[in-house]
């Protein structure tokens, strides 16, 4: 739909935290993007984002206790 290209995506882990970075190009041109199609492409993704249902928080775990009556 935006005819865009990902020119190249790199995916790391620092610790508990994934770091990624996706370059994106114009189809056509092969160039970076320029700031109007930036924009445009965020405004896209954040309203997608929105429209994402939001996931419940997980339950917080207990911890077991053991049984003293064995």
Same mark, same amino acid.
């Given at each position: ?17 994934? @770091?990624?970075?996706?370059?994106? %190009?114009?189809?056509? #041109?092969?160039?970076?993007?320029? !700031?109007?199609?930036?924009? +445009? ?6 309203? @997608?984002?929105?429209?994402?249902? %939001?996931?419940?928080? #997980?339950?917080?775990?207990?911890? !077991?206790?053991?049984?003293? +009556?064995?």
């Amino acid at each position: 739909k935006a005819r865009l290209d990902i020119a190249s995506a790199h995916i790391d882990c620092y610790g508990e935290r994934a @770091v990624d970075a996706f370059y994106v %190009a114009d189809h056509f #041109k092969k160039a970076p993007l320029s !700031a109007s199609q930036k924009q +445009a492409v965020r405004k896209q993704l954040l309203d @997608v984002l929105d429209q994402a249902p %939001a996931v419940p928080p #997980k339950a917080r775990l207990t911890r !077991a206790r053991a049984s003293l +009556a064995r």
